[in-house]
């Protein structure tokens, strides 16, 4: 393939990196290597040409302690209740839209006592509608523990639909504040043909209903449920998102924190909340003047339920272990092999064996094991494949101890034989006593 598409190795560089090396080539006078490195991200070393990639996250240094600001903020509020707990005017949806029905994991667990006591249900897979709005980043939801039937759509059926509009919604409306009576379609069938337009389209539309009325309307609500079938023990879900960016607020002050919160809650009346019934999600935010911050590390000491391990010895580490990871130019490849040939880095490095000859693949492969001592463990190749989980003896500790079953097996570098090395699986700790001093490993961890 011919230029910007053709078959190149990949070298990966920081900032620093890329522009160290651009000031070399530009102080050597070498104009054209210098723009081709910088417009064309091109470099050509060992006589063959790569492709440059820029990770300019790579080699970027946290900020001192000293340095950096701690803000919390709040993004979501979500609460249960049964009532409609409102300061505001809510905009009802005589017709509600299945777009505003939760579908989506919030992470929020109920448990139902109809039809039969059941614990941890995620509460998008109880049908559910939207009632209505009050303000821009509130809604709020009726949820029918009773229509709840495992593996099904939380979506509600069309004559339940019906049933809920003609027998509970409207009737209730009207009952607490007759004025609305001519602005309600008299039934659901009306409703649909009042907000379809003559495309077929439905556009759904909201009418106001009166705060000092909210109280006693979803008192009303719930008991028209409880007098129909499958309705009972009906609840609403208030859900206010987006409120990211309103309530910025230090974390050490406690002033700052009530009026953060009372800021987000303020179109709820507290007196008719019960607050172990709400969750607030609060996001911590890190900031530094004058720079972006991003996340360079990620935990993970989660990323293994258990493993099973070896200290590989020198010839095995050198021989077999990174012999399988970088085999030399011209080298066999094990029938069957797996894994291996779907990794990206595995085909350059074979492009790259079969490009260069045997003096510059061999010095090639040679500063390519430093990079590979560095590491403190990699998954154990002794197999057809990078990944072998099946149990083995003696030979292999098992981590945490006392787990069974198979597991991933791990081949621990021998420089770090003479150490004491401390392996982190899930929460539990097991130590390889050496002689000399501690030596952490964590997954994907190297010096």
Not at 196 to 208: A, E, P, T, V, Y
Request: charged share 20%; aromatic share 10%; hydrophobic share 40%.
């Amino acid at each position: 393939m011919e230029y910007p598409d053709e078959t190149l190795s990949d070298i990966q560089v920081s900032l620093t990196e890329f522009v160290s090396v651009a000031q070399h080539l530009l102080k050597q006078d070498e104009l054209e290597h210098f723009l081709r490195f910088v417009l064309a991200g091109r470099l050509r070393r060992h006589d063959m040409m790569a492709r440059i990639f820029i990770n300019a996250r790579q080699g970027a240094l946290a900020p001192p302690l000293s340095q950096y600001q701690l803000y919390r903020d709040i993004d979501s509020v979500i609460g249960i209740t049964r009532n409609l707990p409102f300061k505001l005017p809510m905009s009802i949806f005589p017709l509600a839209s299945f777009r505003d029905t939760l579908t989506k994991d919030n992470h929020i667990k109920y448990t139902l006592s109809y039809p039969q006591n059941v614990t941890g249900v995620p509460l998008h897979k109880i049908p559910n509608m939207a009632l209505g709005k009050v303000g821009r980043r509130d809604i709020t939801r009726i949820f029918f523990p009773g229509l709840y039937e495992p593996h099904q759509s939380s979506a509600i059926p069309p004559e339940m639909m019906t049933l809920i509009y003609e027998k509970c919604l409207r009737p209730a409306i009207v009952s607490l504040n007759p004025i609305d009576q001519s602005r309600w379609p008299i039934t659901y069938s009306a409703a649909m043909t009042l907000y379809r337009d003559q495309n077929g389209q439905f556009h759904f539309g909201s009418l106001d209903f009166p705060t000092h009325l909210l109280d006693l309307l979803g008192c009303k609500l719930l008991e028209l449920f409880q007098s129909q079938d499958k309705l009972q023990d009906a609840f609403f879900v208030h859900e206010l998102r987006g409120t990211k960016g309103i309530s910025h607020h230090d974390p050490n002050n406690s002033e700052q924190r009530s009026a953060a919160l009372a800021g987000v809650l303020h179109l709820f009346d507290m007196k008719l909340i019960q607050p172990q019934d709400w969750f607030v999600d609060v996001a911590l935010e890190i900031r530094q003047e004058g720079h972006v911050l991003q996340w360079l590390t990620k935990d993970l000491s989660g990323l293994f339920r258990c493993i099973q391990f070896r200290i590989a010895s020198d010839s095995e580490w050198n021989d077999l272990v990174f012999g399988r990871y970088f085999p030399a130019k011209g080298a066999s490849t094990v029938k069957g092999l797996q894994q291996f040939p779907s990794a990206s880095y595995y085909r350059q490095w074979l492009a790259l064996m079969e490009k260069l000859d045997e003096e510059k693949a061999t010095s090639t492969r040679t500063l390519q094991r430093t990079w590979f001592d560095k590491f403190y463990w990699v998954p154990y190749p002794s197999s057809d494949r990078m990944w072998f989980t099946k149990k083995g003896g003696r030979e292999w500790t098992i981590l945490p101890p006392g787990e069974s079953g198979n597991c991933p097996r791990l081949a621990i570098n021998p420089k770090f034989n003479s150490k004491s090395i401390a392996m982190v699986v899930g929460n539990r700790q097991a130590d390889v006593v050496g002689q000399d001093s501690s030596t952490i490993i964590s997954p994907l961890a190297a010096p």
